[in-house]
């Protein structure tokens, strides 16, 4: 696991795969405007990944960080 955190992980994230998606709309954004998707990249970091973020994360109900989190999913949504 220990591997996994710590080399694999971070240089998938450093090196996304645009041929081989997991998230096609991803995909797509970064090979066709990457600067765009740079800037929804940074977005989404500031949005889920901060300790601010997170905090607020923590003081959701389980039901109610459940639900949200399935709308997580797709990088064109217009939130």
């Given at each position: ?15 996304p ?57 797709s ?5």
């Open positions: 696991m220990i591997n996994i955190f710590e080399s694999f992980l971070p240089q998938l994230l450093r090196y795969n645009p041929n081989d998606p997991l998230n096609g709309e991803a995909a797509a954004l970064l090979m066709r405007h990457p600067k765009e998707y740079d800037a929804k990249v940074k977005e989404y970091v500031q949005r889920y990944a901060t300790k601010e973020a997170a905090d607020a994360a923590n003081t959701n109900d389980d039901d109610d960080q459940d639900e949200e989190m399935s709308d997580i999913g990088i064109s949504d217009g939130e």
